[in-house]
């Protein structure tokens, strides 16, 4: 399917209907409506319908009435949908990006990052969906093959920061194997979840794919509960996925969870500033700041330290936020003025405990923004110990190496880390003793659909993206024979 680019944009205030709080089989399903916020200007975007866990049930008993045909799909027919979707996605950049923005205030810029690199979520799908699997032993008694079959109706809860990538991530991993997803949108940002189900449905079987919008909590417990449901792949805080990973266990239920980071980014003493700065101010103000993998404890040595902070608090301070809508915006706002009163009492607190501080400027009016900031942590403070999330950079002088490899592994938080350094032994070497799931070196922005994507301990368990993404919704069967 194509929306229009010269009618109005549905999803968009004033331009369509209500949304349904869900779709099952494309059709949508009423709910209470809920006024859903523009974050740039605090005013009402659009209202948006929230089912209850009654609806669970029928989604999962749709998904799991196609789950056997959507198996026995051939992979080139799983791959030639899959395509299609992506193909769609890219058909329909403009508009989605649109509405990414307009919910999450996300800078139009990186919403169309976002459209495209959520395609290319299908398009790496497909491959893998076609990839010769399977494994053949031979022992003097037996034959033994080891083939992977569909694990069933996957359950996909995603968060509001990555609106379409990250359900687009699920989704694509979990069709590519065979299995029909019910999604469970993030209630701050949902629009964007059912504008890719409405993308999807054309392309797939119905109840192959449904997604629901309500209260998070009712929705992730019915869905986890439910007996048709044998995966469950989640995003989101760690305190949240361990209890749903606990919740889960109940019914052995398989589960998938990309949860907390307080990525660290080390300056080595060999970096080369200009690369280490441009990579800093990507790794920490994309997605203005919230995202997973951002820079969250930033380790500067000490032959470095002065003159990178004096053209870092530069850089930063340059960061004006915006309306998001406008091509030229590098940061938008907040996506709730919850999150900016948080943000400005771990700043206010660091600063109280004698912590320098460089702050940005906000735009006059309404809207929920937060100052780029920059903070000196000298002393310990909740800032340098929490996940940021927001556009506050926390940085600290370092001269001993190991020292700072053993705080960050001593965090049981990995999700993601990056390494600045000129030597290529010194970058493997260095980025191998991090307990983390991804590490770029040299470049803020290392995750790709084509690789393995998720952390170590209290980070998650299990891996999205690569050909592990996709296993992650199988079940390995080893068939035995005699010779």
């Known amino acids: 399917m194509t929306f229009d680019n010269n009618k109005p944009n549905p999803f968009l205030p004033g331009q369509g209907q209500t949304a349904a709080g869900g779709r099952i089989l494309g059709f949508p399903v009423a709910g209470t409506a809920h006024s859903l916020p523009n974050p740039a200007t605090g005013e009402e975007l659009t209202r948006v319908g929230w089912v209850g866990a009654d609806a669970v049930g029928t989604a999962v008993r749709s998904a799991a009435k196609v789950a056997n045909e959507w198996a026995n799909t051939s992979e080139r027919e799983r791959a030639a949908s899959l395509r299609k979707i992506a193909e769609s996605l890219r058909d329909n950049i ?7 923005s307009a919910e999450s205030g996300k800078p139009i810029a990186e919403a169309h990052g976002e459209v495209a690199f959520s395609a290319s979520y299908f398009d790496w799908f497909a491959e893998a969906a076609t990839t010769p699997r399977g494994e053949y032993y031979l022992t003097e008694q037996r034959r033994f093959i080891v083939q992977r079959k569909p694990v069933g109706v996957v359950a996909a809860i995603s968060p509001w920061n990555f609106p379409l990538s990250i359900p687009a991530r699920k989704v694509a991993a979990a069709l590519a194997a065979g299995c029909p997803v019910v999604q469970k949108a993030s209630e701050l940002t949902p629009m964007s979840s059912l504008a890719l189900t409405e993308i999807c449905e054309p392309h797939l079987p119905d109840g192959a794919i449904s997604v629901l919008v309500g209260d998070g909590q009712t929705l992730t417990n019915a869905l986890v509960d439910h007996p048709a449901v044998r995966a469950v792949t989640f995003t989101g805080s760690t305190a949240v996925g361990k209890k749903v990973a606990e919740r889960a266990m109940r019914s ?6 990309e949860l ?8 080595c003493d060999d970096a080369d500033l200009e690369v280490a700065l441009n990579a800093l101010i990507i790794a920490k103000f994309r997605n203005n700041g919230a995202s997973c993998l951002a820079a969250n404890n930033v380790y500067i040595h000490d032959r470095h330290y002065d003159q990178f902070v004096e053209q870092l608090s530069k850089l930063i301070v340059a960061l004006v936020p915006g309306n998001p809508h406008n091509p030229s915006t590098k940061l938008g706002p907040v996506i709730r003025m919850a999150h900016v009163t948080r943000l400005e ?7 109280k405990s004698g912590n320098r501080v460089w702050k940005g400027t906000v735009p006059s009016g309404a809207g929920w923004f937060m100052p780029p900031t920059l903070i000196e942590c000298v002393t310990d403070t909740p800032l340098w110990s929490e996940e ?8 600290r002088r370092f001269s001993d190496e190991s020292a700072v490899v ?5 965090w049981r938080t990995g999700l993601g880390g990056y390494v600045m350094s000129t030597n290529v032994e010194h970058q493997i070497t260095l980025a191998s003793k991090l307990n983390v799931g991804i ?3 040299n470049n803020g922005a290392p995750n790709t659909p084509e690789v393995p994507f998720g952390g170590i301990g209290d980070s998650g368990l299990g891996r999205e993206g690569g050909l ?7 079940e390995e069967q080893t068939i035995s024979m005699a010779r």
Do not use: H, K
């Not at 403009?94 to 990414?100: M, S, V």
């Not at 052995?252 to 969870?257: D, K, L, N």
């Not at 592990?468 to 199988?474: H, I, N, P, Q, V």
């Open 94 to 100: 403009a508009p989605l990006a649109a509405l990414i």
């Open 252 to 257: 052995m239920t398989r589960v998938t969870m």
């Open 260 to 267: 907390g980071g307080r990525a660290p980014f080390i300056v």
């Open 345 to 351: 009492e771990l700043v206010a607190g660091a600063q």
């Open 388 to 395: 940021i999330f927001g556009p506050v950079c926390a940085v």
């Open 406 to 410: 053993a705080e960050v592994n001593s």
């Open 439 to 441: 590490v770029g070196v």
């Open 468 to 474: 592990s993404g996709m296993f992650e919704f199988t």
